[in-house]
């Protein structure tokens, strides 16, 4: 490739992804551009081994600018594309909402707050989504904080800290700063104090039985008018680990008649024996509650919008009194209702799914039978795919569905044009189906379907023939009866064989004969395909061998497939979707 045709390639290939990226509030991918830039620029096909390596650069310069100075490179570029994508915008109501009161604030910072007690759901990953696509819009940032001061009823899984963050990167953000509350015991021991010694907080070693009744009688327990140096000694000694779990609390002190008795003087501080499992936070035995712990925090990290769930309503109202003793303004709140997934029969829960793992039900995390982020990405689904999907979800109150299908969609949309074309015959006895061989009685001894049916300029795929071929039972047409054997031709089913009739492909246009995939009886590959419903076995075509781990395939008439790995008796594959 010469100068001139580099530099025409790398400003085509600047285009398309300052288009893409801007269209899908997302880094533009490789894969994604190789398809519309060689479609548009046909002087480009004959250097297409060359072209990955040419634009690799590119789209990573585009990658590493903030949204405007996309849109300002992508005018002075191309404005007529940017006029194109404008007018979508205006068009189109994204389905995210402003965020509320965005002009009062310097900078939009928005924080994920996970809970590592193990790898991500697909639950999960709506917060990430949103939050990192809000960060997009308004060029803010955001941190994962991650809230781990529970060492017992929701206790750390210490692998699951690296992979969140190895989630939110696959779903194509990053966090601008990330923190372990786990890490911060002492920044919540000084701000209890300061509450202690403003007159907002007593230690109580009330049984919570005794506490609780009254509460609910909106009548204060005897220790609440103690002292503030007794109670100020009291939490000294609870810091210093002399008491046992449930001997004593540090409460904050509300409004004792609060109408809502979920308000009134609530725990900010117990006891845990349970040792954390991080060894820098293994001694402690005092710990924070999520809503004292997760108040401060979303203070001294500048968070100015906060996103949690409806049932959480609680949580801003409890820390609203933390806020006034302390004289801060509360962030902007956004409730929204859960997200339900269909299509999967795990339920949507961390320790269940544990549960399966460990008594051999699932496979590990990226079982595909797993509703988890694990589990998509070995089957070849892009994160940006599941981020258009959950934003489209929007971030309303009411309870929602998000259907599998969408994410497929998405996903379809990103890969169906760069993937190519594979045959697989399955064996599914235990689901109705399996496979049939049958002499081929002439015809060319080479197959060539093509590589992609839409990309004449890829070529084709050449198939070896022989003496026999494989077919699905459910496709065996009867004695007598013609099937198009795709790549190969028409051939006609007679004496348990094939024998081609040299009709052409009008056969097929006109409805006469169905269209059938098939490999040849010598050379395929054992192939096992893992999807949700549990293992299918069958054959693939012998050139699926020369694709490497972690591409994508489509099987025709089935799916998508990421090859996952060669092993000496099989070849592994990961079914995506249809």
């Keep these: 490739m010469d100068d001139e045709l580099r530099a025409r390639v790398e400003e085509a290939a600047e285009v398309s992804a300052l288009y893409n990226a801007l269209k899908h509030d997302s880094e533009a991918q490789v894969g994604a551009i190789m398809g519309p830039?060689?479609?548009?620029?046909?002087?480009?096909?004959?250097?297409?081994?060359?072209?990955?390596?040419?634009?690799?650069?590119?789209?990573?310069?585009?990658?590493?600018?903030?949204?405007?100075?996309?849109?300002?490179?992508?005018?002075?570029?191309?404005?007529?594309?940017?006029?194109?994508?404008?007018?979508?915008?205006?068009?189109?109501?994204?389905?995210l909402p402003d965020l509320p009161n965005a002009d009062a604030y310097d900078e939009i910072r928005m924080r994920v707050a996970p809970n590592p007690n193990g790898p991500w759901h697909v639950g999960h990953a709506r917060m990430a989504a949103v939050v990192g696509t809000y960060k997009d819009r308004y060029d803010g940032s955001f941190v994962c904080r991650f809230d781990d001061t529970d060492p017992e009823t929701k206790r750390p899984d210490l692998e699951a800290y690296d992979a969140i963050l190895d989630a939110i990167a696959y779903l194509g953000f990053e966090p601008d700063?990330?923190?372990?509350?786990?890490?911060?015991?002492?920044?919540?021991?000084?701000?209890?104090?300061?509450?202690?010694?403003?007159?907002?907080?007593?230690?109580?070693?009330?049984?919570?039985?005794?506490?609780?009744?009254?509460?609910?009688?909106?009548?204060?327990?005897?220790?609440?008018?103690?002292?503030?140096?007794?109670?100020?000694?009291?939490?000294?000694?609870?810091?210093?680990?002399?008491?046992?779990?449930?001997?004593?609390?540090?409460?904050?002190?509300?409004?004792?008649?609060?109408?809502?008795?979920?308000?009134?003087?609530?725990?900010?501080?117990?006891?845990?024996?349970?040792p954390h499992p991080r060894a820098a936070a293994a001694d402690y035995r005092c710990w924070p509650m999520l809503d004292f712990q997760s108040g401060i925090d979303d203070h001294l990290t500048d968070v100015s919008h906060i996103i949690r769930g409806i049932d959480l309503q609680d949580s801003a109202k409890r820390q609203a009194f933390v806020y006034e003793y302390?004289?801060?303004?509360?962030?902007?709140?956004?409730?929204?209702?859960?997200?339900?997934?269909?299509?999967?029969?795990?339920?949507?829960?961390t320790s269940t799914i544990r549960e399966l793992i460990e008594a051999g039900d699932l496979d590990g995390w990226d079982d595909p039978?797993?509703?988890?982020?694990?589990?998509?990405?070995?089957?070849?689904?892009?994160?940006e795919a599941?981020?258009?999907?959950?934003?489209?979800?929007?971030?309303?109150?009411?309870?929602?569905?998000?259907?599998?299908?969408?994410?497929?969609?998405?996903n379809r949309e990103l890969v169906d044009d760069e993937t190519d074309r594979a045959f697989l015959v399955r064996d599914d006895?235990?689901?109705?189906?399996?496979?049939?061989?049958?002499?081929?009685?002439?015809?060319?001894?080479?197959?060539?379907?093509?590589?992609?049916?839409?990309?004449?300029?890829?070529?084709?795929?050449?198939?070896?023939?022989?003496?026999?071929?494989?077919?699905?039972?459910?496709?065996?047409?009867?004695?007598?009866?013609?099937?198009?054997?795709?790549?190969?031709?028409?051939?006609?089913?007679?004496?348990?064989?094939?024998?081609?009739?040299?009709?052409?492909?009008?056969?097929?246009?006109?409805?006469e004969v169905d269209v059938i995939h098939w490999v040849p009886a010598a050379g395929s590959l054992p192939t096992r395909l893992r999807t949700m419903e549990g293992d299918v076995t069958g054959w693939a075509e012998p050139g699926v061998a020369d694709y490497e781990p972690d591409a994508l395939v489509q099987f025709e008439r089935i799916g998508f497939a990421r090859i996952d790995r060669h092993e000496d008796d099989e070849l592994v594959t990961y079914f995506a979707h249809p």
């Design 37 to 95: 830039l060689m479609g548009e620029h046909p002087a480009f096909r004959e250097h297409g081994d060359e072209i990955p390596e040419v634009i690799g650069p590119v789209i990573a310069r585009v990658n590493d600018m903030p949204p405007a100075e996309r849109r300002d490179r992508l005018g002075e570029l191309a404005p007529d594309r940017l006029a194109e994508l404008e007018a979508e915008d205006e068009g189109e109501e994204h389905p």
């Design 177 to 274: 700063e990330v923190i372990r509350a786990s890490d911060r015991l002492e920044t919540y021991y000084e701000h209890a104090r300061e509450l202690i010694d403003d007159g907002g907080a007593y230690t109580c070693s009330c049984a919570a039985e005794t506490f609780s009744e009254l509460k609910n009688a909106a009548e204060p327990c005897s220790h609440r008018d103690k002292d503030r140096e007794t109670v100020r000694e009291e939490f000294e000694t609870m810091v210093e680990g002399e008491y046992g779990a449930g001997e004593m609390v540090l409460r904050v002190k509300t409004d004792i008649e609060h109408k809502n008795p979920a308000l009134r003087d609530w725990v900010a501080f117990r006891m845990v024996d349970t």
């Design 326 to 349: 302390f004289g801060w303004d509360y962030p902007e709140v956004i409730h929204w209702g859960h997200v339900e997934v269909d299509a999967y029969d795990v339920p949507m829960s």
């Design 369 to 383: 039978r797993a509703p988890t982020i694990a589990s998509l990405r070995r089957r070849g689904i892009r994160g």
């Design 386 to 410: 599941i981020v258009e999907a959950l934003i489209e979800l929007g971030t309303s109150t009411s309870n929602v569905d998000l259907a599998m299908s969408s994410i497929y969609a998405a």
């Design 429 to 511: 006895p235990e689901r109705g189906g399996g496979v049939v061989e049958r002499q081929v009685l002439g015809g060319p001894a080479v197959a060539e379907p093509p590589v992609h049916p839409d990309h004449e300029e890829r070529g084709t795929r050449e198939i070896p023939v022989g003496d026999a071929v494989l077919v699905e039972s459910d496709d065996l047409p009867g004695h007598g009866d013609r099937v198009w054997l795709k790549g190969f031709g028409c051939v006609r089913h007679t004496r348990d064989a094939f024998e081609p009739t040299g009709e052409s492909i009008e056969v097929v246009r006109d409805g």
